[in-house]
């Protein structure tokens, strides 16, 4: 806030300066800078003037671009200016016009504007207007957005959101929303979306800069700009830069699997402000270094400073130094130590909202909470520790080479090496194993905050998504199947089966899964190694289906037992963003048949190897026979978690085959009499 207020001034003072003559300052050449200064609140974009609706908007029933939209952005426009003559503030006028096409669209009536509060450092949403338009019996009738209906909501601890919904909507409906939010973050200039999960006709943002003010602009995503431009504006001594930039007919961003979060490939531009060059003071940088930010954190109450409170667990610690010599099983016994004493509250955020020492007493806290504990208690052990800033896949990934910004991150992590070796700690989940990261957390990159060795460390998966399904199985002469099944889960597939099976209780998850396997009955489950993380979870239970009868003495068999891929997870013809599976996949499918007496095959799938191109995967299927024995193995491997958008028809074909071969039937027939 001071070093804002000091820039302002300069700011203010040198432009001063700038308008004086040698001797004294014309009153009237001050008078007009102040005129000029205030007049660029009044410039705007040629834009879609508010409250001025279009026939053909109203009378519009489908989006011909994407029939499928409930709802379509008729036009956004975004206009940013500074504010140096009371407050060096940042000024943002929006104006959105939408049309709502059907029922589902009526969400978009429901109009939400976040801003920001700490301290006294705020932004300030205001001069909210808003009309709803519809046509009715060829007439356009029109309502107004009751003040009244305006409210705030915390979302954060810092964030805030002004909420109100439009009057009156219908299908075909046209809602004309503006707005003004001023700011005192000049530093961070807010990112103008172009992209919504609706289709957008218009988009086009303007922004009127300061000479003094050199900002960074960052594109991000698939869509083109339709216009942009950039243009020098001078006039009593002050030069602004004039930037636009524009979109036309962007399509909606639809989710689809395999994904991080949507905002990673909205297309959007961001700015960071890179330096402040203040006539007769120089240049001052403002893009901190990690360097910088590492101090600060580590001298934060609510981040550094708690690791270094360790006085309330140092008979925890002493208790596990007398049993554990090693420093391995020092961190081992650490780690089981404080996730089996907290709980976790579902919170993110890398400060603490109470100190480390209340959540300890309390018994849960926030993940920032749990995981500087955790920090805390290696470092008072003696063993090289530091946290680790994380931004989970639905906040959004994290760019490295951009200049550092904490609003990135969202989550804390612990980092220890031991005997050479690194790993990442989480102690929110008490069903995570050392070294394995919860799947919210994989990621890219994260970054060590520790005085000696500040870096960006990779947060990867360690081990891979992996089933092992093995099935012995008897065919009467009935075509009825009986037999066991056993499933070995590891990596994070175990991860996710004990936390489904631990939140619906055994035999409600035998229920349900009795019922996804089809045709098949599942009887009798064991579940072992339910609470062992350290080891494979395996469940063992026994298969029945009745046969197909003996029509013609033909049977057929199905020969994956339900658990073949039923659907290809990726319908687009194509796709512009990554598909991003987290972890690696190896899914090994091995069933053995012993045919009836009299009995012999009369039709087999044929075997099949596909691969995917650069060691990306491979899928395996092979059918064999050994008398009355007939074996079938499907093996499905992903090696690497993320493909590319060239990859995409590849790896789309990649599974339309294992569909169709685990889709084929065998055929068994009785063989005839001589």
Known sequence: MLQRRFIHLYLIHSLYNSLSMKAKISTKLILLFFLVCCSWSQVRAQAAKFGKIDEAELTMRTYEKDTSAA?????????????????????????????ILKKSGYDWANITVPYYQHGSTRDRVGSIKGFTYNLENGKVQKEKLDSKTVF????????????????????????????????????????????????????????????????????QGYHPLHKSDNQKQSGNEMINNSYVWAMKDVPALKEEKYITSLSDYQSKIEFELQQVN???????????SWSKVTDDLLGDHSFGIQLNRSGFFKEDLAAISAKYKEPEQQMQAIFELVKSRMKWNEKYGIYTSNPIRKAYDLRQGSAAEINLLLTSMLLEAGLDAGPVLVSTREHGRVITSYSPMLNKFNYVIAHVQVGGKEYLLDATDPLLPVGMLPFRCLNG??????????????????TSLTKLFNATITINEQG????????????????????????????????????????????????????????????????SASGS??????????????????????????????????????????????????????????????????????????????????????????????????????????????????????????????
């Open 152 to 219: 705030d909501e915390q979302r954060s601890e810092y964030w805030y959101m002004k909420k109100f919904t439009m009057p009156n909507v219908k299908e075909g409906s046209v809602i004309d929303v503006s707005y003004v939010i001023t700011s005192d973050r000049v530093y961070n200039m807010r990112e103008w979306e172009f992209q919504s999960t609706i289709p957008t006709v218009w988009s086009e943002y303007r922004a009127r800069i300061p000479q003094y003010f050199d900002y960074k602009f960052q594109m």
């Open 549 to 674: 009868g003996q029509a013609n003495h033909i049977i057929y068999l199905n020969p994956m037992l339900g658990q073949a891929e039923k659907e290809n997870p990726f319908k687009l013809n194509e796709r512009l963003y990554p598909v991003d599976f987290g972890t690696p996949i190896d899914e090994t499918y091995i069933c053995r048949f012993t045919i009836p007496a009299g009995y012999e095959l009369d039709e087999v799938p044929k075997s099949l190897v596909v691969n995917l191109p650069e060691k990306g995967g491979r899928f395996m299927y092979v059918v064999q026979q050994e008398g009355n024995s007939l074996q079938v193995m499907s093996k499905v491997n992903i090696s690497r978690p993320v493909f590319f958008a060239p990859e995409y028809a590849y790896l789309k074909e990649f599974y339309n085959q294992i569909i169709a071969k685990q889709a084929e039937q065998i055929v068994l027939k009785r063989i005839a009499a001589n």
């Open 71 to 99: 709802a379509v952005i008729l036009s956004d426009y975004g206009y940013t200016h500074f504010n140096l003559i009371n407050e060096l503030q940042v000024v943002t006028e929006r104006h959105i016009r939408i049309k």
């Open 445 to 462: 990159n994260g970054r060590l905050i520790k005085k000696a060795d500040q870096r960006w460390v990779e947060l990867t998966a360690t």
């Open 480 to 543: 009825e199947l009986t037999g066991t099944g056993h499933e070995s889960a590891g990596g994070y597939r175990a991860l996710y089966l004990r936390k489904t099976i631990l939140e619906e209780g055994e035999s409600k998850y035998a229920e349900r899964i009795t019922k996804e396997i089809g045709d098949f009955k599942m009887s009798k489950p064991e579940i072992k190694n339910l609470r062992d993380i350290n080891n494979a979870l395996d469940i063992i239970y026994n298969i």
């Open 278 to 288: 203040i006539p007769g003071r120089g240049t001052e940088v403002m893009t901190g």
